[in-house]
């Protein structure tokens, strides 16, 4: 007999973790332990609940009182106080905007009252290891629907009304996908679930199979049954190991609950799935890439067509999706295509998820209706500047997207508009910019990141992406001339149009889209040697302004390099030549008496 | 727990576990606290609180949450209960035995009608 009166649910998402989880939990347990209540109150350990930048995070349940930065010490205040006594812990509570203090944030603050959760809908609110928890928000139902109540081509139907679209990059039409492979003939085939992840930054996938794993297993089974599969494989990172584990638990589940295996539900169809692991190179993402991995080969993509709904797996009609997609169709399956038909736009409908970072307040996971405007997710739902300064644009889409500065932030967030401003939806990453970063170096960082993942099977992408990269060094190294930008521009546009696979095809765009809407800050590096946003190390000074320094000696204390000079209570002055610009004393000097100027002074 | 065939089992299965789930969704119609301070515990406030719960369970009643509270300051009456239903005045219920919290939930929670012989404190104060 349950006799529980309190939940505690406890963020167990990577950030949570590392922010502490664990010794929270521990010494939650402890406590409950102490006054004999382990009976009376749980601990249910969810996915990432979504606002990372304040965890560890834990709500407590039936008040649904929400507490953010746990530390061991509050959770031994929060049991004494909150589980014992009834009171609440305001120190812990969400603290809204004008320092406002919530205990229920979920209805009150916009980070969380804006949010449409489908894809994410049991992150952070079920047990992931209980599949009885799962059953209780209708999971399993759709599979059930589908099997008993819908021939296959009526499942691909359903899918293809709904409109839903890959969210796994290139927003391709679910529902026709799934056609090509139940028509394509073959006794064998197989259905894939994409959960490689590469893009940096990005973490909803991995956010579902830990939150939620017996989504993907009821998903992946009804897409089974609708090409005709009775084979899938979820392609999982080896960084992923918690994603692995519960996975792993979950798919036991579902064997001994009869939602897979051999008759399934009782029904004639067959289907199983097994785990691949795979080694964390960002190109076994590419379909084909990760295919030739499964079979044990290297990870290299091949020319398309053939498409994998032709020749997949082991030369197999195969069907390929990314997490998040499959996390939409059981609620699309059991609730109609008209129901996610009421969010989103009428060419991108429903929600998607986004993993917000760089200058915003909140941090963090949020699902939201498709065609929200970008003012609203960075303003609204993320919070705007936390220092307030002013925010200069967004990065979209990780390293095959683009920039889309601020004159644009009411621009409906689908896949066509962001396409026509040169950015992309694509996995859902969005890095908010401010004044403070340099668009050069912006386009730098994502460069690097895809010469190091380049599979070097073509030459336009192993040679033409280093080449670009070489030029965006010498440019934010003062270095760079006129003729490099328009260099940059031609090369970009060759390696697109002549790469093997979408890493090479897209890996320009981060330069391109810069250069098309920053060629500004692009000029003055070349022309100036300025870096207008005073990042480029070789292109700044730190100097010290005599009407402002008191002579307190903290930026000579920190200076790594000895280059400060001055005597207590004397102005101080920064020697050029021995400087390393680390920016320690810009950092420790109260008065503001140290400033960055450009171009550098010799 | 055997292979699922039916929708049957499947609801059986969303039903049982919704109960427990259930109290972590909001929107509830009221809530009980009982008093677990040492003297509550001392008076058999843990007998109460388990007899409480069990009798929610038997009568399928999910939309009353259970809480515990430190001592209420009426140590002379414990086990003492709080009930209260949105809307309505909380009712503060005193000798509270596993026997008078099945009548209290019983006629107050289900029927509505107050237990007079119990009741020593109505309101906040
Ligand atoms: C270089 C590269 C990396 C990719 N990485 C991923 C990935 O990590 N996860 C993913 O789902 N799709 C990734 N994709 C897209 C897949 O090739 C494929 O389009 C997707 O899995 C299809 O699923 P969807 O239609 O549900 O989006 C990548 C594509 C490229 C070109
Ligand atoms: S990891 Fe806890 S909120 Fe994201």
Known sequence: ?602 | MGKIKSLEELMKIKEDTLKKVKMREEGKRGKITVAMGTCGIAAGAKDTLNAIVETLNELNIDDISVVQSGCMGLCEVEPTIKVEINGEVPITYGHVNPENARRIIKSHIVAGELVGDLIVKKGEE
Request: hydrophobic share 35%.
């Open chain 1, 1 to 602: 007999m349950p006799l529980e009166t309190n939940t505690i649910l406890i963020c167990a998402g990577g950030a949570c973790i590392s922010a502490g989880e664990e010794s929270v939990k521990d010494v939650l347990e402890r406590k409950i332990k102490e006054y004999n209540l382990q009976d009376n109150i749980k601990i249910v350990e969810t996915g990432c609940m979504g606002a990372c930048s304040l965890g560890p995070i834990m709500v407590i349940h039936p008040e649904g009182v929400y507490y953010q930065k746990l530390t061991p010490e509050a959770a031994e205040k929060i049991v004494e106080e909150h589980l014992l006594k009834g009171r609440i812990v305001e120190e812990y509570l969400y603290q809204g905007d004008k320092g406002k203090i919530v205990p229920q944030p979920q209805k009150e603050i916009p980070f969380f009252s804006r949010q449409v959760k489908i894809a994410t809908r049991n992150v952070g609110i079920i047990d992931p290891l209980n599949i009885d928890e799962y059953i209780a928000r209708d999971g399993y139902f759709a599979l059930h629907k589908a099997l008993k109540e819908m021939k296959p081509e009526e499942v691909i139907q359903v899918v293809k009304d709904s409109g839903l679209r890959g969210r796994g990059g290139a927003g391709f039409p679910t529902g026709l996908k799934w056609e090509f492979a139940r028509k394509s003939p073959g006794d064998e085939k197989y259905m894939i679930c994409n959960a490689d992840e590469g893009d940096p930054g990005a973490f909803m996938d991995r956010s579902i199979l830990e939150g939620d794993p017996h989504t993907i297993i009821e998903a992946m089974t009804i897409a089974g049954y609708a090409i005709g599969a009775t084979k899938g494989f979820v392609y999982l990172r080896a960084e992923y190991p918690i994603a692995i584990e519960r996975l792993t638990v979950a798919l036991n589940q579902a064997r001994e609950y009869g939602f897979l295996g051999e008759n399934i539900l009782g029904t004639d169809f067959s289907f199983d799935i097994e785990i691949r692991i795979g080694a964390g190179a960002f190109v076994c993402g590419e379909e084909t890439a990760l295919m030739h991995s499964i079979e044990g080969k290297r990870g290299q993509p091949r020319v398309k067509p053939p498409f994998p709904a032709q020749k997949g797996l082991w030369g197999k009609p195969s069907n390929i999706n990314n997490v998040e997609t499959l996390a939409c169709v059981p609620p699309i399956i059991y609730h109609g295509a008209n129901w996610f038909r009421q969010w989103g736009t009428e060419k991108s409908p429903g929600t998607k998820v986004f993993a917000l970072a760089g200058k915003v307040k909140n941090t963090g996971l949020v699902e939201v209706p498709m065609g929200i405007t970008l003012r609203e997710l960075i303003y609204e739902i993320g919070g705007g500047s936390p220092t307030g300064k002013k925010i200069k644009a967004v990065q979209t889409g990780g390293p095959s997207g683009g920039v889309i500065p601020e004159e644009y932030f009411d621009t409906p967030v689908d896949y066509e508009s962001l396409q026509k401003l040169g950015a992309i939806v694509g996995s859902g990453g969005l890095i908010v910019l401010d004044e403070d970063d340099c668009m050069v170096d912006v386009a730098k960082f994502f460069l690097e990141f895809t010469v190091d993942e380049s599979c070097g099977k073509c030459t336009p992408c192993r040679e033409g992406t280093k080449k670009m990269y070489e030029i965006l060094d010498k440019i934010t190294k003062g270095e760079g001339t006129e003729e490099d930008i328009e260099i940059l521009e031609n090369l970009g546009n060759v390696i697109k149009d002549s790469s093997l696979c979408g890493l090479g095809q897209t890996a320009p765009n981060p330069v391109l889209s810069t250069l098309r809407y920053y060629k500004d800050e692009y000029l003055a590096h070349v022309r100036e040697k300025k870096c207008p946003a005073s990042k480029c190390k070789a292109l700044i000074s730190y100097v010290i302004d005599p009407e402002k320094c008191v002579g307190c000696t903290a930026c000579a204390r920190v200076c790594p390099s000895s280059c400060i000079s001055g005597e207590v209570r004397k102005v101080h002055e920064i020697d050029q030549s021995a400087c390393v610009k680390c920016g320690s004393c810009i950092e420790v000097c109260r008065f503001g008496a140290i400033s960055k100027v450009t171009p550098a002074i010799e």
